[in-house]
């Protein structure tokens, strides 16, 4: 009986364990995301300023 219970308290133990890497590998994975979204938008907003800039320089090329 007592190796039916030692088993059974491991066994809890272990998934105790595995929940709390899940959790930790969910909250990750969200900051992860988050950090992933606000380089697109820089990237985006870097795009646009890059593009708004060589059309300067190709009005200003084309006037000299």
């Given amino acids: 009986m007592f190796w039916a ?4 308290a491991l066994g809890f133990l272990g998934l105790t364990v595995l929940g709390v ?3 930790r590998v969910f ?3 969200r900051r992860l995301g988050t950090q ?3 380089s697109a938008r820089r990237i985006g907003t870097a795009a646009a300023d890059l593009e708004q800039a060589a059309e300067r ?3 200003a090329a084309g006037r000299l």
């Fill in 5 to 8: 219970m030692l088993a059974v």
């Fill in 21 to 23: 890497l899940a959790v």
């Fill in 27 to 29: 909250l990750e994975v």
């Fill in 36 to 38: 992933v979204e606000e």
């Fill in 57 to 59: 320089t190709a009005r």
